[in-house]
């Protein structure tokens, strides 16, 4: 179970950009640079939520090693995090490999590769997401994260984003 702390995902999280970098150099490839976007909606769909949930990880980390002491569970967290996305995406490209544009070599150097096997599985084992519950369980659910001012923060953005779309269709 050992994972010491989030600067230690750097491993997986390494592998799992190689990998979604070669997946979307692919993806270009094969949908001519976005062209032909509409033949491969599911898999484009499938890339783009794994390229997705890697920034999700790496942004997990990053608030781990920022602010650990405020949130002790949160390396903890960013480990699951981690393992999850990186099982998921090995799962897809192992059952589809040249659809993502690998070979077995390449999977053999990155989702494969012994230290990657050894976070995934550490990430994922029991006793760390037991703890987690029973931190969880322990504080009665008490959030210590940074998620409600994310979520401010998100709000803002969408009626930014929102009011610039609203602009550019009342001008046109």
Not at 3 to 23: C, D, T, Y
Not at 107 to 134: Q, Y
């Amino acid at each position: 179970m050992a994972i010491g702390g989030p600067q230690e995902l750097k491993p997986l999280h390494s592998a799992l950009e190689r990998v979604i970098g070669r997946a979307c150099d692919h993806t270009r490839c094969v949908t001519d640079a976005g062209k032909g976007i509409d033949d491969h909606q599911v898999h484009c769909e499938r890339v783009s939520y794994l390229a997705t949930e890697l920034r999700a990880a790496q942004a997990l980390a990053a608030y781990a090693a920022a602010d650990g002491n405020r949130d002790p569970m949160a390396g903890e967290v960013a480990a699951v995090f981690a393992a999850r996305a990186a099982a998921r995406f090995r799962s897809e490209a192992s059952a589809r490999p040249e659809a993502f544009g690998f070979t077995d070599s390449f999977l053999a150097e990155t989702l494969d590769a012994p230290e990657v096997k050894r976070l995934m599985r550490a990430g994922l084992a029991d006793e760390r997401l037991e703890a987690i519950g029973r931190h969880v369980l322990a504080t009665r659910g008490e959030n210590e994260s940074w998620l409600e001012h994310e979520t401010d923060r998100l709000a803002r953005e969408s009626v930014r984003i929102a009011g610039t779309r609203a602009g550019k269709l009342h001008n046109s």
